[in-house]
């Protein structure tokens, strides 16, 4: 069996450390705080600032991991190179992890040297330079700094006096240590989705049915499986995400955003590991979770096929307050509710807007899914959670 450490214990960490305990793989969660999610179910732990390099080696060199998997953006990705030398498979390949945890990478990559369609785009390192960058790509633009998780940062630039307030914003949002923005034009798309992506070591590139998804803030709301998407968009972005994971190498999950427009589909942003949006997937939606998969593809397991069993749809129940020792109320009405499951994360602190669970339901294929989004919606609105 093997090792593995996990660089991230949020929630979806926490659900990949559970589908690699049932097939007896050794976890070791790392992260910033102690008690994440993730921690309180692996078998052990390690709390470092994982930006600080000489940490992270020690945190290698003491538990000496088969594996390597990345959950968060923030990490000093650059060491993944030494660690592959060592012998290590960092989840997907250090190319895929260092690539993706900076939205410059990834974005060049897939639109200079891919040449997939992208929304026009510029870069901003000061108040400056983002002037210029929107008088480039025009308004309405979509600023997001080049490193932050959860939609921190991001904001819609509309008029002239928004520029200011969008830079403060997304320097106060940016991990990492360099503070650059990406300012892209707005696109006029009518629906977005994540294109769940599994590459295999010696097998071919799976896909998932798409997730459709709504945000807000930059974070997401909610999710559901299927997504209605022709097949001719379809294709395209299934012909996208596998370029684009091909050319990132390595085996495991990726979630692939797209904007589904009138004049086509737009690449938007790529994850390296199982996407929040695909938490729907938790609700049976699948014959395997999206967390399984990962874990499939990185130990080389064989999947014979991924199908979609139901229709469902995820909803986030979040906090509304800061506090250091949240609790949670409405829990037995969520529970009573039929084809209805819920996730508590264990977050030991809250804040407004933080993702502290989520509402999961099912339904045949046959229900329209906007039935089913809202049964979600109205369920993760029977948890209030508490400061």
């Not at 214990?9 to 589908?19: M, Q, R, W, Y």
């Not at 929107?134 to 998780?149: E, F, N, Q, R, T």
């Not at 360099?178 to 300012?183: R, S």
Request: proline share 5%; charged share 20%.
């Amino acid at each position: 069996m093997s090792k593995i450490v996990l660089l991230g214990s949020g929630e979806l960490g926490k659900e990949f450390v559970i589908a690699a305990q049932r097939i007896g793989q050794t976890v070791i969660a790392v992260d910033s705080y102690e008690n994440a999610p993730a921690m309180q179910v692996a078998h052990g732990f390690e709390v470092i600032n994982m930006m600080d390099g000489a940490a992270l080696d020690a945190v290698i060199a003491k538990h000496q991991p088969d594996f390597i998997v990345p959950e968060i953006e923030a990490i000093r990705t650059e060491r993944f190179y030494e660690y592959e030398k060592q012998g290590i498979v960092v989840v997907p390949s250090a190319k895929a992890a260092n690539f993706t945890m900076n939205r410059k990478a990834i974005r060049d990559l897939a639109a200079q040297e891919l040449g997939l369609k992208t929304a026009n785009y510029r870069y901003a390192t000061s108040a400056e330079t983002l002037q210029e960058a929107v008088a480039i790509v025009g308004m309405p633009c979509v600023v997001k700094p080049l490193m932050s998780s959860s939609g921190k940062g991001q904001s819609t630039i509309k008029t002239t006096e928004d520029i200011a307030k969008a830079w403060d914003y997304a320097v106060a949002g940016s991990r990492g240590d360099v503070v650059e923005l990406i300012v892209e034009a707005f696109v006029k798309f009518n629906s977005e989705i994540t294109l769940l992506t599994v590459t295999q070591n010696n097998q071919p590139t799976l896909f998932c049915a798409p997730i459709g998804h709504r945000q807000e803030r930059g974070d997401y709301q909610e999710s559901w499986q299927p997504a209605r998407v022709s097949d001719k968009d379809l294709f395209e972005a299934q012909d996208m995400a596998e370029k684009v994971t091909e050319a990132l190498g390595g085996a495991g999950l990726f979630g692939v955003e797209f904007f589904l427009a009138d004049d086509g589909v737009y690449f938007s942003e790529l994850s390296p590991r199982p996407h929040d949006t695909g938490m729907v997937t938790l609700a049976n939606t699948q014959n395997f979770n999206e967390f399984e998969l990962h874990l499939r593809a990185i130990l080389s397991l064989p999947i014979a096929e991924i199908t979609l069993e139901k229709a469902g749809a995820s909803a986030v129940i979040a906090a509304t307050a800061d506090s250091t020792a949240p609790t949670y109320s409405g829990i037995e009405k969520i529970a009573a509710l039929p084809k209805t499951d819920f996730r508590i994360f264990g977050k030991p602190t809250s804040r407004p807007y933080r993702r502290m669970g989520v509402a999961l339901v099912t339904e045949s294929l046959e229900t329209p899914i906007e039935s089913v989004i809202e049964k979600a919606k109205a369920a993760a609105k029977l948890v209030t959670v508490h400061p």
